[in-house]
């Protein structure tokens, strides 16, 4: 795993034209801006794990 450190309004691009950047933090929380290409799916991880487990149960319905 790669750590970075990030300051507010800096940010990092990854392979594909994917952007993220620090909006704000406060109180701990961290904002994120991310900017992708419409194809590109951006979601939380526990949405992710629940969009998976879906697509699973389809496949062994």
């Known amino acids: 795993m790669l750590v970075i450190g990030?300051?507010?309004?800096?940010?990092?691009?990854?392979?594909?034209?994917?952007?993220?950047?620090?909006?704000?933090?406060?109180?701990?929380?961290?904002?994120?801006g991310i900017s992708a290409p419409r194809e590109v799916e951006v979601h939380r991880v526990e949405v992710y794990k629940r969009i998976k487990a879906l697509e699973l149960e389809k496949q062994q319905a």
């Open 6 to 32: 990030r300051e507010v309004g800096e940010a990092i691009v990854i392979a594909g034209g994917i952007k993220i950047q620090v909006m704000s933090v406060e109180n701990g929380q961290v904002r994120f």
